[in-house]
């Protein structure tokens, strides 16, 4: 028997929703602030261009979180969705100037430039952000894939990249700490370059959240290339 699908969201509950990215974007960047700071500092202390470059892609990530502030800033639905695309973009070259930044310094440690120190507080932070962004990506992605929005979508995943590069550092800093192996910092932020490029391309191609009901009716059907995937997202 084949199971109907839900209904679209009504106007309530999508009024519901816009309230809950606005709140999710909210506690995005009151943490990515925090983590910034704190990034920042011991990454200086210990130059570590794996911490500058963690606490770099938290500067993003308010950067992107703001721009889709902005978008849900509007009480217009029309209004939201004509700023979609620029806030793609916008999320987008953030994530191309993390990795440009990141890729050169990390080039640069990796061929003799500097060496870093060991970092607690360092693997403490990235500790905790291991904890705390996935939580707020799964949120953030589920509420914007309800809502058919790809730039809130977008910015889930980029509060999700927060996590991976969290363990990424993480495991560098470990290495570096108790086994002296210089080379896992610079490493660790190449593969955070690496992600952000990924991540860069696929926000500045748009491919979020599309309809959601079309991403409930592929539950049914394999996606064709460039259709929604059973998440309401493109494959």
């Known amino acids: 028997m084949e199971v109907p699908l839900p209904a679209a969201a009504t106007p309530s509950r999508r009024d519901v929703l816009v309230r809950r990215v606005r709140l999710l974007v909210a506690a995005t960047i009151t943490y990515n602030v925090a983590e ?98 996935p939580a707020l990506s799964m949120a953030q992605r589920r509420a914007g894939t309800e809502l058919g929005s790809a730039s809130a979508v977008a910015d889930s995943r980029q509060t999700l990249l927060c996590a991976w590069l969290s363990a990424a550092l993480l495991v560098g800093l470990l290495l570096n700490a108790t086994l002296g192996w210089s080379w896992a910092d610079p490493l660790a932020a190449l593969v955070i370059a690496a992600v952000a490029v990924r991540e860069g391309l696929s926000a500045w191609r748009g491919d979020g959240c599309c309809n959601p009901a079309a991403g409930l009716a592929a539950l049914r059907e394999p996606a064709a290339p460039g259709g929604c995937c059973g998440d309401g997202c493109r494959c």
């Open 36 to 133: 910034a700071a704190v990034a920042l500092t011991a990454g200086a202390a210990a130059s570590s261009t794996a911490l500058i470059g963690f606490g770099l892609d938290s500067v993003v990530e308010v950067c992107s979180a703001a721009a889709v502030a902005w978008q849900f800033s509007a009480r217009e639905e029309a209004v939201r969705h004509a700023r979609e695309r620029r806030t793609l973009r916008l999320v987008a070259l953030s994530f191309f100037a993390l990795a440009a930044y990141v890729a050169v310094d990390a080039t640069r440690e990796l061929l003799g430039a500097g060496e870093a120190a060991p970092s607690p507080v360092g693997m403490a932070l990235a500790a905790l952000s291991l904890l705390v962004m």
